[in-house]
Each structure stands twice: as structure tokens, then as C-alpha cells.
């Protein structure tokens, strides 16, 4: 009977406790974070991020090839236009209108901006849409958007043009 009682109970602990990690993971984020102050949601483009941003000098793209990312930032849309220099690539100009921009946030503890892809895009475009998360600094006396790398180590740094 004690072996009975011993059971249950504990087969009642783990159904709670999946039920309430369960119903907290359910949620999706956007009903998460909407009621959260620490965040705040942007329909139209920050002005902190409007403007022309272009990181200074060349960095290695590929094996021969440098490039020169510059950033659009419009109240609407952006666009982002990439700089070759060495080997055959051409530039390319990428623009992504407000149906392709899934979201703009600003998370205040941490006064990074976020802007991440969304909507329907052709399959040349999703190669260059990423999550940016940018914060305002400055660098060598000088206003500056820090861009956080997704997968490396290494910020870096967009100057207004």
C-alpha cells in the first residue's frame, strides 16, 4: 500500500513540473516579451539607428578578396551594400523593405537594438538577412554602431558616413 501511495505521489510531482515547464516554454516570444519593461517594441526604424553606417577600411571577406559593409538604415526599410575589392565579385546592393523585417526591439538593461529578418524573401536575399544586434557607443572619440557577431568573436564597428 505504502509502495501505492509512494508512486503516486511522485508520478503527481513530475506531471506538475511538466505542466509548468510545459505551459512557460509554450508561450511564444512575442507574448513574452511584449509585457516585459526590460524590452521595447519598434514599428518604424530607431532614430538612434537611422542614417548611413560603414565600417572603415577593408576586412577579409574570402581567400584574395576584402569588403566594405555599409549600412542604410531608412525609417521603413534598410539596405545593406557590400564593397569588393581583389578577385571578380562585383558589389551587391541588398534592400529589405518593412515586409521583410520581422521586428525591431530595444532591450533596455543591455541598450542593444535588435533587428531581425522575417516575411517572404527570395533565397539570393535570406544569404545576407541576419539577426543584427547593434549598440550605440563610441569609438576613437567617434559616434559608432557596434555589431555582435552571431558566431565569432570578434565586434565590428559601423562609423556614420
Not at 519598434?42 to 553606417?53: E, F, N, V
Not at 565579385?89 to 534592400?95: F, P
Request: proline share 4%.
Amino acid at each position: 500500500m505504502k509502495i501505492k501511495h509512494l508512486v503516486a505521489a511522485v508520478s503527481v510531482c513530475f506531471g506538475v513540473a511538466g505542466m509548468a515547464t510545459t505551459i512557460s516554454a509554450a508561450q511564444p516570444a512575442s507574448a513574452v516579451t511584449t509585457s516585459n519593461k526590460n524590452f521595447r517594441k519598434y514599428k518604424t526604424m530607431p532614430k538612434a539607428l537611422r542614417g548611413t553606417w560603414q565600417t572603415k577600411g577593408y576586412t577579409k571577406y574570402r581567400k584574395g578578396i576584402k569588403s566594405n559593409a555599409t549600412y542604410k538604415f531608412n525609417k521603413n526599410s534598410y539596405t545593406l551594400v557590400m564593397k569588393f575589392k581583389g578577385g571578380s565579385v562585383k558589389s551587391k546592393t541588398i534592400h529589405f523593405p518593412k515586409s521583410q523585417i520581422g521586428g525591431m526591439w530595444y532591450e533596455k538593461q543591455r541598450k542593444v537594438y535588435d533587428v531581425f529578418p522575417g516575411g517572404k524573401m527570395s533565397d539570393a536575399k535570406k544569404a545576407y538577412a541576419s539577426y543584427l544586434t547593434l549598440k550605440p557607443v563610441r569609438r576613437n572619440g567617434k559616434r559608432a554602431l557596434a555589431l555582435y557577431p552571431i558566431g565569432g568573436t570578434k565586434m565590428t564597428y559601423f562609423y556614420r558616413k
